[in-house]
T-cell receptor, first 111, second 112 residues
Framework: GNSVTQMEGPVTLSEEAFLTINCTYT??????LFWYVQYPGEGLQLLLK?????DKGSNKGFEATYRKETTSFHLEKGSVQVSDSAVYFC??????????FGTGTQLKVEL | KAGVTQTPRYLIKTRGQQVTLSCSPI?????VSWYQQTPGQGLQFLFE???????NKGNFPGRFSGRQFSNSRSEMNVSTLELGDSALYLC???????????FGPGTRLTVL
C-alpha cells in the first residue's frame, strides 16, 4: 500500500529563517499529495495540494512541488514566522478518499 | 458555510464499554472518513462512507464500525473498549473523490 515518510522533528528555527521539511512517498498509480497543518489546540487544516507531477502547491508563503522522478513533495518557506509554529503532515491519497499520513513534523519558530 | 462538526468533543469511558461518536459533514459533502490519531501510531485511516455505503476500510479490528445516514451524517461505534482505544478520533468530509478533505475538531476519547 501507500506510505509517506517525512522528516523527523521537532524542528526549531529562528524567525525569518528558511524552512524545508522533507517528504517522500511510495504509491501505486498517481496519488494526489497534500500538506496539512495542525496548530496548537486546533484541528487539521489543508495547507496546500498538488494533484499531478510537476504541480506546485502554494499557500501562505509555503510551497511544495510534486516530483514524480524523486517521489518527493518537500515543503518550503522562505521566511518563517512565530505564527507558523505547528505540526505539519505530508499526506497522499490512496484508494478512493483514504489519506495516508506521514508521522508529522513539529515546527517551533522562536524570536 | 458551517464546517465539519463532531460530537461529543470529549468522552471518558471504562474498559469493556462501548461508545458512539457522531460527525456532521459540510453541507453537500457525501463522503465522510474517520481517522484515529494517537501519539504512538500517528494518524490512521479507519473507514470511509459514501452515499451510505462503506467504500474503504483500514486495518482495525471489527470492534470498530460505522454507518452513514441518508443526510450524510455519520457515526462510528467502538465496542468492548480497550485502554489502547484512547485517542483523538477525527472525521473528515469531502465533495468528490481525491479532492481536499475538511476535518472536524475531533472527539477526544479516554478509556480508563
Amino acid at each position: 500500500g501507500n506510505s509517506v515518510t517525512q522528516m523527523e522533528g521537532p524542528v526549531t528555527l529562528s524567525e525569518e529563517a528558511f524552512l524545508t521539511i522533507n517528504c517522500t512517498y511510495t504509491a501505486t498509480g498517481y496519488p494526489s499529495l497534500f500538506w496539512y497543518v495542525q496548530y496548537p489546540g486546533e484541528g487539521l487544516q489543508l495547507l496546500l495540494k498538488a494533484t499531478k507531477a510537476d504541480d506546485k502547491g502554494s499557500n501562505k508563503g509555503f510551497e511544495a512541488t510534486y516530483r514524480k522522478e524523486t517521489t518527493s513533495f518537500h515543503l518550503e518557506k522562505g521566511s518563517v514566522q512565530v505564527s507558523d509554529s505547528a505540526v505539519y503532515f505530508c499526506v497522499s491519497t490512496g484508494g478512493g478518499n483514504k489519506l495516508t499520513f506521514g508521522t508529522g513534523t513539529q515546527l517551533k519558530v522562536e524570536l | 458555510k458551517a464546517g465539519v462538526t463532531q460530537t461529543p468533543r470529549y468522552l471518558i469511558k471504562t474498559r469493556g464499554q462501548q461508545v458512539t461518536l457522531s460527525c456532521s459533514p459540510i453541507s453537500g459533502h457525501r463522503s465522510v472518513s474517520w481517522y484515529q490519531q494517537t501519539p504512538g501510531q500517528g494518524l490512521q485511516f479507519l473507514f470511509e462512507y459514501f452515499s451510505e455505503t462503506q467504500r474503504n476500510k483500514g486495518n482495525f479490528p471489527g470492534r470498530f464500525s460505522g454507518r452513514q445516514f441518508s443526510n450524510s451524517r455519520s457515526e462510528m461505534n467502538v465496542s468492548t473498549l480497550e485502554l489502547g482505544d484512547s485517542a483523538l478520533y477525527l472525521c473528515a468530509s469531502s465533495l468528490i473523490e481525491r479532492n481536499e478533505q475538511f476535518f472536524g475538531p475531533g472527539t477526544r476519547l479516554t478509556v480508563l
